[in-house]
């Protein structure tokens, strides 16, 4: 198993990077043929979304533009999501296996715009672009299907490129599903994306190490004697030890750990009682906590419990904490990094590569992959020209839809610099 970590490998040496250009023109003369007919497909996927675990329309809709690819889509039993390969070339039989992964599904939310590929599902929208994630990834295996047939195979490099379009990464599960289902049998490198709304379409951000945030949920139950709203002084108060606790938690918890490193902590629910003059007994809390470093992860954690355990004395309430860790941060390997930002070199030029200077506190289970093996994920700026571009989960977003081609170009560059270079790593088992 290998973690994935950036420092383990290696930047792609400009030589590498001069392999791949024979096919630069071929590449853009097919995006540029068929650019309408993926803007298409994205508006397709924009105007039917499907949430986690329900994409059953999504993904057969996946199968059937692979068949027609002449891929062989598998779908695992559950119903969503699809697993395929390509094999470009006569890669051997132990030929390192490059995966791209797709999220497909869509939110629980409804969609704002009114324009002509709105979501036509009420309470559904394709809010943080995996419409276009899962349309760009579809795009990259047309790419490299037609440069297998449309050059001679001495003129073709050889490589074994598998597709993973993944269900349910909003509640983070799908990756779990698809290792579960042998996604990465065999895959020695992972390539992944996401759009983002502060990057203007036409350009790239890159990040070596740390991109994203890694999440522990916090769950707190605060439970005491309640009773009637007219005699406070009979009960333990759960709601107001519960409103002390959360006030608590803001005001000590951003002191716990060092301001140079990030970290965020917020409540995003509390719930109790069902009636206007009934102190209940129980006051749930759910929050999450954001963190890019385990030293300060594990230490606001036993901060947290310091304090409900304080709280929970000074009040006579009893107050549980659990915590549950559904995500693991995004490490993007240098190998793996470094031939998506030769690739977008060879798209963009290097003017347009955005160095991302920081880490998302977002989660993304793209993580999970790269517990197994090697993997990066770029950012393809996706914000259009006219001023404020609307941010992810907004009921209003959209992308700019000129980022589809040349996200597809990038990802079928990407898997082939990765596949002559051929990752260091051993493939997952």
């Known amino acids: 198993m290998n973690s994935g970590r950036a420092g383990t490998g290696w930047r792609v040496a400009p030589a590498d990077v001069e392999r791949v250009i024979p096919f630069e023109l071929l590449l853009d003369r097919i995006a540029d043929e068929r650019s309408s007919d993926w803007i298409a497909v994205r508006r397709y996927l924009h105007t039917h979304p499907e949430p986690s675990g329900d994409e059953i329309r999504t993904t057969q809709f996946i199968a059937d533009r692979l068949i027609a690819l002449g891929i062989v889509p598998g779908i695992p039993e559950r119903g969503v999501g699809v697993i395929a390969d390509l094999k470009i070339g006569s890669p051997t039989a132990d030929a390192p296996i490059i995966a791209i992964r797709a999220d497909i599904d869509a939110l629980k939310m409804h969609d704002r715009k009114s324009i002509e590929y709105a979501s036509g599902c009420p309470g559904v929208a394709h809010a943080c672009g995996h419409d276009a994630h899962t349309t760009v990834v579809l795009a990259a295996a047309e790419l490299l299907t037609t440069l297998a047939k449309r050059l001679p195979e001495s003129d073709v490099p050889s490589a074994h490129v598998r597709f993973v379009f993944q269900a349910a990464e909003e509640t983070a599960q799908g990756a779990n599903w698809m290792v579960e289902d042998g996604a990465l049998r065999g895959v020695s490198a992972i390539l992944g994306l996401h759009v983002d709304p502060t990057i203007p379409a036409g350009k790239v951000g890159i990040r070596y190490g740390v991109l994203t945030a890694q999440v522990d949920e916090v769950l707190i139950e605060v439970r005491g004697k309640g009773g009637h709203a007219a005699r406070p002084q009979h009960t333990s108060?759960?709601?107001?030890?519960a409103a002390m606790l959360v006030s608590a938690l803001y005001q000590s918890?951003?002191?716990?750990?060092?301001?140079?490193?990030?970290?965020?902590?917020?409540?995003?629910?509390?719930?109790g009682g069902s009636a206007s003059n009934v102190i209940p007994d129980l006051v749930e809390i759910?929050?999450?906590?954001?963190?890019?470093?385990?030293?300060?992860?594990?230490?606001?954690?036993?901060?947290?419990?310091?304090?409900?355990?304080?709280?929970?004395?000074a009040t006579g309430n009893t107050i549980d904490v659990t915590y549950r860790s559904p995500l693991g941060s995004v490490i993007n390997d240098v190998t793996v990094m470094s031939a998506i930002e030769a690739a977008t070199i060879q798209v963009l030029g290097g003017e347009n590569i955005v160095l991302i200077d920081r880490p998302s506190m977002g989660g993304e289970d793209f993580a999970v992959y790269i517990e197994h093996v090697r993997g990066a994920q770029f950012r393809l700026g996706c914000a259009g020209p006219e001023g404020d571009w609307p941010l992810l989960h907004s009921p209003i977003f959209d992308v700019d839809e000129t980022a589809i081609p040349l996200g597809a170009r990038i990802m079928a560059r990407s898997a082939l610099v990765l596949a002559m270079i051929g990752p260091e790593s051993a493939s997952c088992p």
């Open 237 to 241: 108060d759960p709601v107001g030890t």
């Open 286 to 313: 759910a929050g999450t906590l954001r963190s890019t470093d385990h030293r300060t992860r594990d230490h606001v954690l036993s901060s947290i419990r310091q304090i409900c355990t304080g709280i929970a004395a």
């Open 253 to 271: 918890v951003p002191r716990r750990a060092d301001s140079l490193t990030p970290m965020v902590f917020s409540v995003g629910s509390i719930h």
